[in-house]
């Protein structure tokens, strides 16, 4: 854990750091860092009680490692909202933005003290907090979770745009830059995510200079085909990044 920590702290930015299942890290040239949808512990299958979800990919970093200027949660499911986490990343300074339906989870972890720090964001929400631009937008993850979002952050001049949890809404493409450096989208097609081909057909519409896919790899009972995806975009002639855990893209 600590020589990921020491990774992203010693990296140059702009940059990426994929950290598994839907998370990644946003590093700017100063040095800030803005987290989205880190799961870094195995509070899901504590909670779910159930061997499809145990986590298969390692833990490369704990809540204490780094301090995080911007922590993002696109929704309440808890691989997206680490309740194990959040709670020390905003008792460390950071400012949490997150969809409505967190503000259940923010009063059973008794985060009311920290409530100066904590936004709740819907689309079309824009807030400027150091080097990033973040920009809010709607997102389609089914009925039982009407108030999750995507994610658009510029920071340096680059565009990256995480999906969320999402089916393909090609009718709602005109919300997103058009100049856009990176597209983050899940691939598992499960529980009202894009598989494949859906991803596929978002970056020929938006047409990143990089498609990163997420989603996979974490719980057995989520899916995910990289192989597949890989095909499509070679068929398609489009460009894709597959990031090992920890692995940096640098723009």
């Known amino acids: 854990m600590y020589d990921f920590a020491m990774k992203v702290i010693t990296t140059p930015g702009p940059c990426i750091f994929a950290t598994g299942q839907a998370g990644f890290i946003v590093k700017s040239h100063s040095g800030q860092l803005l987290a989205i949808d880190l799961y870094l512990s195995n509070c899901v299958e504590r909670l779910e009680r159930h061997k499809g979800f145990k986590r298969l990919l390692p833990q490369i970093l704990r809540a204490s490692d780094l301090t995080f200027d911007v922590v993002i949660a696109t929704h309440p499911h808890l691989d997206h909202y680490d ?69 658009v952050v510029k920071v340096d001049g680059k565009t990256i745009y ?48 990089v498609t990163i896919p997420c989603h ?31 692995e940096v893209y640098r723009f």
């Open 216 to 246: 996979y790899g974490m719980f057995a009972s989520h899916g995910g085909d990289l192989k597949k995806f890989y095909e499509i975009m070679n068929e398609k002639n489009l460009s894709a990044l597959i990031m090992q855990q920890g």
């Open 83 to 151: 309740i194990d986490v959040v709670p020390e990343m905003v008792s460390k300074g950071s400012r949490l933005f997150c969809s409505a339906g967190c503000e259940r989870l923010n009063k059973q972890l008794l985060m009311d003290y920290y409530s100066d720090n904590i936004i709740y964001v819907k689309p079309g929400d824009q807030h400027d907090v150091g080097d990033f631009d973040i920009k809010f937008v709607n997102c389609d993850h089914g009925q039982g979770v009407l108030d999750a979002v995507g994610v």
């Open 162 to 209: 995480e999906v969320g949890d999402s089916c393909l809404r090609l009718d709602r493409v005109n919300e997103i830059p058009q100049t856009l450096d990176v597209l983050i989208s899940p691939i598992n097609g499960m529980f009202g995510n894009m598989g494949c081909d859906e991803t596929a057909e978002l970056a020929e519409v938006l047409h990143p200079t």
